[in-house]
């Protein structure tokens, strides 16, 4: 079964980079990812710097897996800032699928600013080896 016909973005959103002022008029941003395909599992790179895990919420439901939070950019004492490109806004990101994924054993981490999450297939949609009698 090909990615394309199972996980895509819930909005046809363009995948263009918007400015921080874009952003916040739009209140929320969809961040980068990457999106590969195994037999066994989808893998789902989203690039997250700066946000901690407990800026982060997964949710799995019938169809979708969403990805949502804010990043919180902290000044550091002492220090002004001259420039900033990114924004504190919310970030989401919406992935549909035809209900390909077992929810039960997804399993994310967040490392150096990247969120890699393992959405395995169903049994049902894995390939299969037929035997010939």
Known sequence: MSLFNTIIPALNRP???RSAAAAAETQTVQPAYEVKESNDAYGLIVHLPGVSKE???LTAEAGTFTVRGTRAWKQPEGWTALYRES????FELVLTHDN????DKIHAELKDGV???SLPKTEAVKPRKIAVS
Do not use: K, M, S, Y
């Open 115 to 117: 969120l890699r999450v």
């Open 55 to 57: 800026g982060l919420e």
């Open 87 to 90: 924004a504190d806004v919310p």
């Open 15 to 17: 995948l263009a980079r």
């Open 100 to 103: 390909t994924i077992d929810a």
